[in-house]
């Protein structure tokens, strides 16, 4: 029987599972398994945790910046001024319907479903700005880096993936991409992105063209991680790529086009600590806390062989012997 070459997993949201479907079919991979609908723990990260809940989803605190910022003198400015464009009294538009204007009549409209909306006119480009720096604050206060546990909830994806490129020369499955939605928190907890905050609701304008921490940019509607593995040799490299972009790894050697030695890169990844993802620990609270292939050949007579892995976002998350994740 001959071995699949490329495996599909999503989670069970419709976007992703769709994305997913979508993605095989244009694609046209084949052999390819059946879609894995994996059941959520994984890769929407429905695992209870404790610390999370107390610390992040009930803490009044956790959005009290995203709170400062909508409810101040930035959106209360942009509502009159909508009011004097639409010709109708201030009153009449309140925070929540700048929101639904914004959400959508633009957003929806324009860039969701690619037509020209004439919604979108009643923002100034600041006023666009102004509500990407509010879902900025609120990404990191939930998902970024003001909360280690935040990020550190992917830690079983995580752990999947590094896994996957560890023992990838032991797989039949050459591609295998994965569809969620994780790629903010599961970039900050392989470290390929900058903390870049905190960052307040009294710092916009000044900050926004600035700050590194950038949802829009960072993870946009189809963002997605990309792991590339070579073997060379009998030497495993690694090769990371967000966006289609290939990242700058931390002691990758620019002579070898930014690969990292795969042992070097796990190693960084925490893959080898064995503590990295111990939930029980990281979830109790404090007083809880107890103390512990494509083969090929070169001219030269190289034996290569090249893995990849794709993550998708909805996208997909590849890992590529060809591994990647979306």
């Known amino acids: 029987m001959q071995p699949y070459i490329y495996r599909y997993i999503s989670s069970s949201l419709v976007q992703a599972l769709s994305s997913a479907e979508i993605f095989e079919n244009e694609v046209g991979t084949t052999p390819a398994q059946p879609i894995i609908i994996d059941n959520d723990v994984v890769l929407s990260f429905t695992r209870p945790c ?11 605190e956790t959005l009290a910046e995203e709170r400062k910022f909508f409810n101040g003198p930035v959106f209360s400015t942009m509502a009159s001024n909508v009011a004097n464009r639409l010709g109708i009294p201030e009153d ?3 925070l929540d319907t700048l929101v639904t204007l914004y959400g959508e009549g633009c957003v929806e409209r324009e860039v969701i479903n690619g037509e020209d909306s004439p919604w979108c006119t009643l923002f100034t480009k600041e006023d666009l700005q102004a509500f990407e720096y509010r879902n900025d604050l609120e990404d990191y206060a939930q998902y970024g880096f003001a909360n280690d546990l935040n990020y550190k909830l992917t830690c079983p994806l995580k752990r999947y993936i ?5 023992n990838i020369s032991d797989d039949n499955v050459v591609n295998q991409y994965i569809f969620g939605h994780f790629s903010l928190r599961l970039l900050a907890d392989l470290r390929l992105i900058e903390d870049g905050g905190p960052f307040y609701a009294d710092e916009f304008p000044e900050r926004f063209s600035t700050q590194t921490y950038r949802g829009s940019v960072l993870s946009p509607f189809s963002g997605g ?3 590339l593995v070579n073997e060379c040799n009998g030497t495993k490299t690694l090769q990371v790529f967000h966006n289609e972009n290939k990242l700058d790894l931390p002691h990758s050697d620019p002579v070898t086009d930014g690969s990292w030695d795969l042992n ?8 080898n600590d064995p503590n990295d993802c111990n939930w029980d620990a990281m979830c109790a609270l404090a007083s809880t806390v107890s103390t512990p292939s494509t083969e090929a050949t070169t001219s030269a007579g190289y034996s290569y062989k090249s893995h990849r892995w794709y993550l998708a976002l909805p996208l997909p998350l590849i890992i590529n012997a ?4 979306f």
Do not use: M, P
């Open 322 to 325: 060809a591994y990647s994740l």
């Open 225 to 227: 991680v990309a792991f």
């Open 92 to 94: 009449n538009i309140t």
């Open 162 to 166: 590094l896994s996957a490129l560890k």
């Open 50 to 60: 404790e610390r999370y809940e107390k610390e992040v989803v009930e803490n009044e």
């Open 264 to 271: 070097e890169a796990l190693d960084y990844f925490g893959f």
